[in-house]
Structures are given as structure tokens and as C-alpha cells.
């Protein structure tokens, strides 16, 4: 069969495979290929075993795997033989030299785009889907039309919104689709190419074009307010702890102002996930690479808060458990950064686990998916820490218990069987108010939810 259009995916992660796994499936008349120079991570692909969890995924990947989506780790191949690449490789934030800590490392970006380059024997259209600094796309389009040999590129922004754990719903009904490009003849007719392919399942009032820096730039913006958003609820708690107010009762009187409206606002113990964090850094960066100190030093409190808030949990813990958790057992009710996936990358979780470590407490981990991450996350500290995945299980004989992840598994618990289990005077921390606070109370526990007032049993 002969296909309408060949596209190409380079970087088989988290946000490349869903998305090119959503691609083939709406539009059979493409084909679509996904390579990656992790080759355990393709042949995960290829499996019955995805390399990552999300909810809808596997049947998916199941419809068209083999059909009309393919996974490979030829890059040069595939390179050639397609004309649309998008590029979804890591760019973590930069570890050495000028900028380490803040910036973001475009090592694996340069990278792929001078094997683009080195591989191509026709024009292509690039598509950034990595998160970029602004005006990342300019230097690609530089290096990539450096070639001797006549060929042309087209380099577009296309920053991907979806959130870990809903990415088969947020990619089938986006809020939008930005895509950015050079005002340019050409440009416009790469942006065009671009639009149309999601134009076969997104409405196009969704599909937003603007210029490619403004793309770039939005990307960042947008996970630096969703951030914000956090932060700002999770300092209220703190105010909150300190008064007889309620967190929720607050950000639901604050959400139904329509102008502020209802999401985002579950205090907790703070954000995790690949890029908050690191967009937040970029952004700060870019700031004061512009000389705007005033305006990096406001994003950076976003990011202040948010240790701020992990490290008063643990303060709570210790200021709650007599002063000492030193030989005492904790359990950990959920690793992942959030629930439903199995991905730990910046979860508070690892922050909060370490800092129980180091105040010498015996840490058990439970969950339903992030345990392999975990063990990953937590390696060197195994004569302190243990991965138990029933959450049962877990908290036997357990001084305390904190709840890290929201899994809606955890809601479903026998309390009074998990009380029972445990050692006395029973601690539950709940670090995202996700429990029935009063029943456990009156079970027995002494409960420390975030933003509200702790229920104790002591005098
Ligand atoms: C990535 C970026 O980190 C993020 O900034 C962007 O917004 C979306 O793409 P994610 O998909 O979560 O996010 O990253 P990850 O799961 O680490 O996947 C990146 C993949 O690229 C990895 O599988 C890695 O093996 C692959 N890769 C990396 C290459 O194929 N070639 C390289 O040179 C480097
Ligand atoms: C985020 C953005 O939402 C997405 O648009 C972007 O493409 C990638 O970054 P993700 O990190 O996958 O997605 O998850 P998200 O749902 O945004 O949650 C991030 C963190 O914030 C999690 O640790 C979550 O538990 C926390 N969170 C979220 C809260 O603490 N309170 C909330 O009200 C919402």
C-alpha cells in the first residue's frame, strides 16, 4: 500500500510515542515510524509490554502497530525515507559548564539534527515537539540549511500540552494545537502541511498558528502558570495549617470565580514531572540572559515554593512524631509524580524519601506502577528503604503512613484493617487530601492533611 504521507518521529519517550501512536490511528492513510537510539525501549515498543503506562495506550498501539505505525532503531533509514520528521528528544536541564542548573541541554537536539541533516536526500520539514528555548528553532534552521548539497529545510514548532497519565484523552481532544513557523512563503506552506495532518481528528478553531518564537515561548509560559498555579495554593496551605481555615474549602471559593476557574488548585505536597521544573529554569534563564532580574526572580519563587512545601511536610512529620522518626518504620502510599503512571522523574516523593533517610527512619515504598522507577531513584539507600507493592502489605507495623501519590486506589483502603496494623500512636500524613480525614480520625489515627487543621488524639 502506498501512503499519503511518510512522517517520522525521532525519540521514543513519553511524549513521542503516544503521539505518534495517536497519529497513525486517526490517519491510516499516513504512515507513520517512530526510531529511537534506545534499543530496549523499541523493542519495548514492539511488545506487549510498553516501555510506558497510560491509561488507553496499549489499545492503541495495538490497532495499528504493524499497520500503518512502526518502530524501529534505524535512524539513517528512516531519516531517508521520510519527509516529515518531528523531533522529541530529551533536553534535560544543562549539568555542566555556563547555564548548568538552569539551562536546558540541547546536546541530544544538535545531535539529531546534524544526523537529519547528514542523512537527507530531499527537503524535509522538521518539527520541534521537544520543549525548546526560544528561538531554539532559528539555530536548528541554521544548522541544518549549512548542507552543501541544495537540499531545503523547513523547521516548525509544535509543543506538545498532553499531561502524563491523561495523554490518550488530551491528544484525541486537545484544548489546542500550536504550531509556529516563519511568516515565510515557505514557511507557511510547512505550516499548512502541519495543520492539515491534525486537521483529521482536531476541530481546526483548535489549531492555533503563530510565529515560531511565540510557539516556543508559549509552551514554556504555559507549564510556568499551571506551575504557578500550584505554588500559589500549596503557600495558602502553609497559611492555612496556621489558622482554622480549610485549603479546600478556599480553593473551591477561589475556583468558582469563572475568571480563575476550578482546575489546578489540589494543594499537595508540590509538583513533580519532567517539566515543570525544567521549563521553570529555562524560563528563568532566558529572563536573566535579558537582564530582566526582577522578572526570573518572580518565576523562581514558583519553583522556591514548591521545595518549600516538600520539605515542610517532612517537618510536620518529624515536628508531629515527637520530635524523632529515627528507627521508626514509614510508609509511602504512592512514588509516582502523580497517579496513573508509572513515571518518578522530579516527584516529590524522591525529595520527601531521602529527607526521611537522612532523619534515619526505615522507608517503605508501595505502589501500583512506579516501583521499578523507585528502585531507581532510590539506589544506595536499599539497608533503609524497601519496595513493597500491596499497599496492605506495606504498612504493617508502620508508625506512619503518608500518601505521596493520589491513586484512586488508595481511597478504596479498609482503614480500620490498616490501623489496626499498625504500630501506636498511629501517624497518617496525607499529602493529597485524598482520604476521608474524619473517618480516620475516628478509626483512630492521628491525621496531618495539608492546609487544615491536624486531628489528634493527644491532649
Ligand atoms: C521529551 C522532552 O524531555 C521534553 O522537553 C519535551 O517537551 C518532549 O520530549 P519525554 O518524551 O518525556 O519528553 O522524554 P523521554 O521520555 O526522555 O524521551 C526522549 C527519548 O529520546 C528517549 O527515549 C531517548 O532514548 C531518545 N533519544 C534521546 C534519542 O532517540 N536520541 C538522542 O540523541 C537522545
Ligand atoms: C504538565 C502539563 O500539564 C502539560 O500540559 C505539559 O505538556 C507537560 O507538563 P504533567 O507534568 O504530565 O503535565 O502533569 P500535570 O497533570 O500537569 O501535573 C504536574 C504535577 O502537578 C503533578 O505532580 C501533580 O500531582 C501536581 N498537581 C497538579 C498538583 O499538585 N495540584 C494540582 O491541582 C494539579
Not at 104 to 109: C, E, G, I
Not at 190 to 202: K, M, P
Not at 210 to 227: G, M, Y
Request: hydrophobic share 40%; proline share 4%.
Amino acid at each position: 500500500m502506498t501512503f499519503e504521507r511518510n512522517i517520522l518521529c525521532i525519540g521514543a519517550g513519553y511524549v513521542g510515542g503516544p503521539t505518534m501512536a495517536m497519529i497513525a490511528y486517526r490517519c491510516p492513510r499516513y504512515r507513520v515510524t517512530v526510531v529511537d537510539v534506545n534499543r530496549e525501549k523499541i523493542d519495548q515498543w514492539n511488545s506487549d509490554d510498553l516501555p510506558i503506562y497510560e491509561p488507553g495506550l496499549d489499545e492503541i498501539v495495538r490497532a495499528v502497530r504493524g499497520k500503518n505505525l512502526f518502530f524501529s532503531t534505524d535512524i539513517p533509514k528512516a531519516i531517508e525515507e521520510n519527509d516529515i520528521i518531528f523531533v522529541s528528544v530529551n533536553t534535560p536541564t544543562k549539568n555542566y559548564g555556563v547555564g548548568a542548573g538552569m539551562a536546558a541541554d540541547l546536546q541530544f537536539w544538535e545531535k539529531t539534527a546534524r544526523e537529519i541533516l547528514k542523512y537527507s536526500k530531499s527537503p524535509k520539514i522538521v518539527i520541534e515537539k521537544s520543549t525548546l528555548p526560544v528561538k531554539t528553532a532559528l539555530a536548528m534552521e541554521r544548522i541544518l540549511n549549512s548542507n552543501h548539497h541544495g537540499i531545503a529545510f523547513d523547521v516548525l514548532s509544535n509543543p506538545e500540552f498532553l499531561a502524563e497519565g491523561t495523554a490518550v484523552r488530551d491528544l484525541t481532544n486537545p484544548d489546542r494545537v500550536l504550531i509556529g513557523s516563519e511568516e515565510t512563503e515557505r514557511g507557511l506552506c510547512a505550516r499548512n502541511i502541519l495543520v492539515e495532518i491534525y486537521a483529521n481528528w482536531v476541530p481546526r478553531e483548535r489549531i492555533l498558528t503563530s510565529n515560531i518564537w511565540s510557539s516556543e515561548l508559549s509552551k514554556l509560559v504555559s507549564n510556568a502558570f499551571l506551575a504557578q498555579r500550584i505554588s500559589s495554593i500549596n503557600a495558602i496551605s502553609a497559611l492555612c495549617e496556621k489558622t482554622d481555615a480549610d485549603i479546600t474549602e478556599v480553593s473551591r471559593a477561589v475556583g468558582t470565580d469563572s475568571r480563575i476557574g476550578p482546575k489546578f488548585l489540589n494543594s499537595s505536597i508540590g509538583f513533580g514531572g519532567s517539566c515543570f521544573k525544567k521549563d521553570i529554569l529555562n524560563l528563568v534563564y532566558l529572563c536573566r540572559h535579558y537582564g530582566l532580574t526582577e522578572v526570573a526572580d518572580y518565576w523562581e519563587g514558583v519553583l522556591k515554593i514548591n521545595d518549600y512545601q516538600q520539605d515542610r511536610f517532612v517537618l510536620t512529620m518529624i515536628d508531629a512524631m515527637f520530635n524523632t522518626l529515627s528507627g521508626k518504620k514509614i510508609c509511602v502510599w504512592g512514588f509516582a509524580f502523580k497517579a496513573d503512571t508509572g513515571d518518578t522523574r522530579e516527584s516529590p516523593a524522591i525529595r520527601i524519601t531521602k529527607r526521611l533517610v537522612e532523619e534515619n527512619a526505615l522507608v517503605i515504598v508501595s505502589d501500583p506502577k512506579a516501583l521499578k522507577n523507585a528502585r531507581a531513584d532510590l539506589r544506595g539507600l536499599e539497608d533503609r528503604v524497601s519496595f513493597v507493592e500491596d499497599p496492605m502489605e506495606a504498612v504493617k507495623g508502620c508508625h506512619a503512613l503518608c500518601v505521596l501519590t493520589e491513586w484512586d486506589l488508595y481511597r478504596h483502603q479498609d482503614f480500620e484493617a490498616v490501623y489496626a496494623s499498625m504500630a501506636k500512636p498511629s501517624f497518617l500524613f496525607d499529602g493529597r487530601n485524598i482520604l476521608d480525614h474524619g473517618k480516620c480520625f475516628r478509626i483512630g489515627f492521628n491525621v496531618y492533611p495539608i492546609g487544615k487543621p491536624p486531628m489528634t488524639h493527644f491532649q
